[in-house]
């Protein structure tokens, strides 16, 4: 048997990362203007292309987008257990290369 990885202090492990899906994409959306104002960027492409998840109380999307022009932002997006999403950090200059992880 293999042992799944454990994140140390973390409350649940990160899923393997896997390709958006329109539910994702729809999440990433919602979180688009939020996303530009953290940033202080706006974005004409915005495309969610990956993903992972966290179970918490609810959910956490790390989800890469593309934004056109080769660069990239990560969103942490929270939904609770009524579906409300919310942005609770991003960061900007990521690369196609870059992998979906944990981060504050």
Do not use: C, W
């Not at 990956?50 to 939904?79: C, D, L, M, P, W």
């Amino acid at each position: 048997k293999k042992k799944e990885k454990k994140m140390a202090g973390r409350p649940g492990g990160l899923k393997a990362a896997q390709p958006a899906n329109d539910e994702v994409r729809n999440i990433a959306n919602g979180v688009k203007s939020a996303v530009e104002q953290k940033l202080g960027q706006q974005f004409s492409t915005f495309t969610a292309e990956e993903y992972s998840t966290q179970v918490v109380a609810g959910t956490n999307y790390f989800i890469k987008i593309n934004t056109g022009n080769g660069h990239y932002v990560h969103a942490r997006v929270y939904r609770d257990l009524q579906q409300h999403t919310t942005l609770s950090a991003a960061v900007g200059g990521k690369s196609a290369s870059d992998p979906v992880q944990y981060f504050e």
